[in-house]
């Protein structure tokens, strides 16, 4: 087996929040080697976003705090890196595309002066230097008359070419691990295809690993290589692309793959949403967190907590329900 | 139902950004184009799908109906009245009835604000709802309805995720009973199940209400599942809008072809037997549009008289399309 570039083990966050405290990110590992991509799958609020922030100990404190697990990265585990430390590995070795550009873009600043920024920061850049390649790199994710709109405003840019921006400072650096969380949800599919295959092409040209995640499924299913499913903060189902789509074991991706709507399917028909609510994380139950909405539920179901195991070869799940 | 009035009329709409240079003296170099001559109508209860290139001016659109963005040309009529000049004041009873679900969720949200009140304020400002009780109620109703407990109401913005905000926009847009919804990227952050739970949403008050809709979405099965019409834009302009049947079946323009073959499908095998087509070339800007047809640099069927001349929409029955080829 390759040498891990990326080891997470048992992560945990949790919130104080008026109801007390929530986990949420519960538990969570998985390993990711070099060149790879992972994708993360899971429903809205399932813990995706803080995941990849605790990864970067990017959680605001307070309200929020990492309580336990690791995060090794390069033989180094991040969890217990010094604050300048994690500041020399931002944006640098680790970059990171937020899923809301305009709360991680700086509205009073141009884009060239944003995207150029880590090359002065981390490679010593001059301003100069840094500009031209800004323009670049903003050419590189199709922003059309780049050498111009450098001098923008993230106001002036629409809502994809923002998130283009971001993409294009994440990968000023040429870092060894880029996360990406929704990074082509404001794109449409010609612009998202180019900018999934720029990704993919570092990947392959750099070595570089992406953690891509993402709620849409044809984009999973065309560029990741193994996928993760999150419920509740928790890891449900990891396995190759292929099998997860093949055979999905976990009751909640079978719903999640059902709900998804088909361009093959007649139209009229109403879509089919996972029934009852999502989880809430203040008050979880003791078993398995889908139990309450899950079809198949069986007794043990809501007094145990199951761990993955692997059902099949390479693939894992954390569910006691025999999947026929 | 093609005799019905339309509820939203636009014509000729032109939105330009003027683009300076220069510290000390400031003088306009051009101009983004961002909408260049769109002309599309809503009728009541329809719902119109806008797809196309990011930076095509989607948005721009949906923020000019609404005149939040100022008309550079064009007409923009409501429910019969040209509010394309109108006060403030003549405005304010159509801003109740045209909501907007914005694309940035986070910068349309109050942070100081908990969600209650961002759900209850445009009811006060539009006196709808008597008590504080009745407005808080209904808050808590919205929530339950785009999928969030309702005991989330007295929480704060960024205690909650990408798609628990972007359904905090649509309980808020939903509160004031509209009779038209620009949805710019409504479901563009929620995973597929929740999009489920709110597209069929969007179908029920549709049916209840016969609310109308300007859909905005880049995700074509989406667009699919919920328009009776769809418009492409390309670089500020229409070049194909059809009945969503005809489209799908037969896309007429070449850019509208090139985007639905780009579309992933969620199954791996099928994807990788798959040919990769997609729209290669230089994406040109609205700064300095082509000249003649603006697709014509990356069109795989350009002749010479695409670059010279501008092709008009023209209508071919179901299908208008703007293309010299077709
Ligand atoms: N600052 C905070 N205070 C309290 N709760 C929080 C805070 N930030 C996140 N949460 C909660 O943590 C949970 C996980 O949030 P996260 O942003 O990771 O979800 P997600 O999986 O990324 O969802 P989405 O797909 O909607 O972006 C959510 O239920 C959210 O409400
Ligand atoms: N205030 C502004 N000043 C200058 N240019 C602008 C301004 N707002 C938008 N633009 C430009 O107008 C064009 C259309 O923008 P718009 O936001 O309408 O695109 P869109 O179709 O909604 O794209 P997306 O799918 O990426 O959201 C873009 O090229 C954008 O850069
Ligand atoms: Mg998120
Ligand atoms: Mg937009």
């Known amino acids: 087996m390759a040498e891990m570039l990326l080891q997470v083990r048992n992560l945990t966050t949790r919130f104080r929040t008026e109801a007390g405290w929530v986990t949420a990110v519960d538990d969570v590992s998985f390993d990711l080697a070099a060149g790879e991509t992972l994708a993360i799958v899971g429903e809205s609020g399932s813990g995706k976003s803080v995941t990849a922030l605790s990864m970067l100990r990017l959680i ?63 490679r010593g850049a001059n301003w100069a230097a840094a500009f031209a390649k800004a323009g670049e790199l903003l050419g590189r994710v199709r922003i059309p008359d780049a050498q111009a709109r450098v001098r923008a405003y993230p106001h002036q840019m629409s809502g994809g070419q923002r998130q283009r921006a971001m993409i294009a400072m994440a990968l000023a650096c040429q870092p060894r691990l880029i ?28 070595g570089a690993a992406l953690i891509l995640i993402t709620h849409d499924l044809g984009v999973v299913a065309r560029y ?70 899950c079809q198949v539920a069986q007794p043990d179901c809501t007094a145990t907590r199951p761990a993955m195991t692997e059902a099949r070869p390479q693939h894992w799940k954390a569910c006691f329900v025999d999947a026929a | 139902m093609p005799h019905d009035p339309p509820l939203l009329s636009v014509e000729g709409l032109k939105v330009h950004f003027p683009v300076h240079a220069g510290v000390i003296r400031r003088r306009q170099v051009g101009a983004v184009k961002a909408v260049d001559g769109v002309s599309f109508t809503v009728r009541p209860g329809e719902t119109l799908g806008l797809v196309g ?24 009529v409501f429910d019969g009245t040209d509010i394309t000049h109108s006060s403030r004041a003549a405005l304010r009873p159509f801003r109740r009835r045209m909501q907007m679900i914005y694309q940035d969720p986070f910068g349309a949200l109050d942070p100081r604000m908990t969600v209650a009140d961002i ?22 109703d919205l929530l339950a309805m785009v999928g969030l407990r309702p005991d989330m109401a007295t929480r704060y913005v960024h205690e909650f995720s990408g798609g628990q905000r972007q ?38 008050l549709q049916d209840r209400f016969g609310l109308a809709y300007l859909f905005i979405a880049h995700d074509l099965a989406v667009v699919r599942h919920m328009s009776d019409r ?15 049947d005809a489209l799908y079946a037969r896309p007429l323009h070449p850019y509208s072809q090139a985007l639905l073959a780009s579309i992933a499908i969620p199954d791996p095998e099928l994807e990788a037997s798959r040919p990769q087509i997609s ?43 703007a293309c010299h080829l077709v």
């Open chain 2, 167 to 204: 359904r905090i926009g649509i309980a808020r847009a939903l509160s004031m009973q509209p009779d038209l919804l620009i949805c710019d990227e409504p479901v563009s952050a929620l995973d597929v199940s929740i999009q489920a739970q709110i597209v069929n949403l969007f179908e029920s």
């Open chain 2, 119 to 140: 759900i209850a304020e445009p009811m006060i400002v539009h006196n709808i709802g008597t008590s504080r009780a009745e407005r808080r109620d209904r808050a808590q």
């Open chain 1, 224 to 293: 990741a290589d193994r996928v993760a499913v999150m419920y509740g903060g928790r890891m449900v189902e990891t396995a190759s692309a292929r099998d997860l789509y093949k055979h999905p074991l976990h009751p909640y991706t079978r719903g999640l793959l059902a709900s998804i709507p088909r361009l093959d399917a007649p139209t009229g028909q109403k879509l089919r949403p996972i029934e009852g609510q999502p989880p809430d994380l203040a008050r979880m139950p003791a078993g398995c967190a889908f139990q309450p909405r």
């Open chain 2, 279 to 321: 729209v290669t070339g230089e994406v040109p800007g609205a700064l300095n549009p082509p000249s003649g047809c603006r697709f014509h640099p990356r069109c795989p069927r350009a002749a010479a008289v695409c670059a010279r001349e501008e092709p008009v929409l023209r209508d071919l029955g179901e299908q208008a399309v």
């Open chain 1, 179 to 206: 996360i990406a969380d929704e990074p082509t949800t404001a794109l449409d599919v010609t612009v998202q295809a180019q900018i999934l295959a720029l990704l993919k092409e570092l990947t392959r040209e750099t």
């Open chain 2, 230 to 244: 769809i418009a492409v834009m390309y670089l500020g302009k229409i070049v194909e809008i059809a009945g969503r």
């Open chain 1, 60 to 122: 605001p404190r307070p309200p929020g705090e990492i309580t336990g697990g690791s995060v090794v990265f390069e033989g180094r585990d991040l969890c217990q890196a010094t604050d300048a430390e994690m500041q020399a590995i931002r944006g640098n070795r680790i970059a990171m595309i937020f899923q809301e550009p305009m709360t991680s873009l700086n509205p009073s600043l141009t884009l060239g002066v944003q995207v150029g920024e880590p090359l002065v920061l981390h």
């Open chain 2, 53 to 76: 290139e990011s930076g095509c001016g989607k948005s721009t659109t949906g923020l000019a109906v609404l005149r939040m963005q100022a008309a550079s040309a064009g007409r923009i």
